[in-house]
């Protein structure tokens, strides 16, 4: 069955400091795996994904986040954070069926990211 | 930018009301799904449709809950009778091509709270 964890359920960092939410995933295949960001009293979007392509993988709003497959890691990371990166941050991975995807996704617990002035 | 719209936003119903929560997913898109989140809690897998049938149900998706599509737009989850326990935000999402099209497109989320 594949998981995620997401290690740190808060962080908080000082605006223009750097961001790393860390997420480790258990997968018996190359898995997809997802960062979706909820803001106070919106839906989930999508910030970046990883399907075995390239292991660095660049999103939205100047993140980014790195697959690692020797340390099954996808953490994500922002060179400098803004005050509207506060957020809820989820790491995903979709289920899988032997080696296919099956759509649907399985969320971490979340990461509340603070972002202080 | 298309996107997942869903009402309503906010309702609060009495415990054994049933309820209907709405969402019309991306135009072109062929399958949809919904989760929800209890407070606090984690996003969970409900239920996943396609071609007009249920492609796959969690333990959560008991007797109490059906989808429906009913007009080639809208797509519903309908509770029976609601518990205290369903009170949660609900999110409907869809895809283009499923497995192989891994971007899932969340709504906003409808939150119900069962009183």
């Known amino acids: 069955a594949q998981s995620v964890t997401q290690l740190d359920s808060h962080v908080s960092v000082s605006e223009g400091t750097p961001v790393l939410l860390r997420c480790n995933y258990s997968s018996s295949y190359s898995p997809s795996l997802f960062w979706y960001v909820q803001h106070p009293n919106k839906g989930l979007q999508l910030l970046l994904k990883?399907?075995?392509?390239?292991?660095l993988v660049k999103g939205i709003n100047g993140f980014e986040a790195e697959f690692k497959k020797s340390e099954t890691s996808f953490h994500l990371t922002k060179p400098s954070a803004h005050m509207s990166d506060a957020a809820e941050y989820f790491c995903?991975?979709?289920?899988?069926?032997?080696?296919?995807?099956?759509?649907?996704?399985?969320f971490g617990q979340g990461t509340t990211l603070q972002v202080k002035p | 930018e298309p996107e997942v719209t869903q009402t309503p936003s906010h309702q609060v119903t009495q415990m054994g009301q049933e309820v209907i929560l709405r969402c019309v997913p991306i135009?072109?898109?062929?399958?949809f799904y919904w989760y929800r989140q209890i407070l606090g809690q984690k996003v969970e897998f409900l239920v996943s449709f396609y071609n007009n049938e249920i492609s796959e149900k969690s333990e959560i998706f008991d007797d109490q809950f059906s989808v429906e599509r009913p007009d080639g737009s809208n797509f519903t989850l309908k509770i029976r009778s609601t518990k205290l326990e369903d009170s949660a935000m609900y999110f409907c999402?869809?895809?283009?091509?499923?497995?192989?099209?891994?971007?899932?497109?969340f709504g906003e989320g409808s939150w119900l709270t069962v009183v």
């Open positions: 135009s072109n898109h062929l399958y």
């Open positions: 995903v991975v979709s289920a899988q069926t032997g080696s296919s995807n099956t759509g649907k996704l399985i």
């Open positions: 990883y399907t075995s392509a390239a292991t």
């Open positions: 999402a869809s895809n283009r091509q499923g497995a192989r099209g891994n971007t899932i497109y």
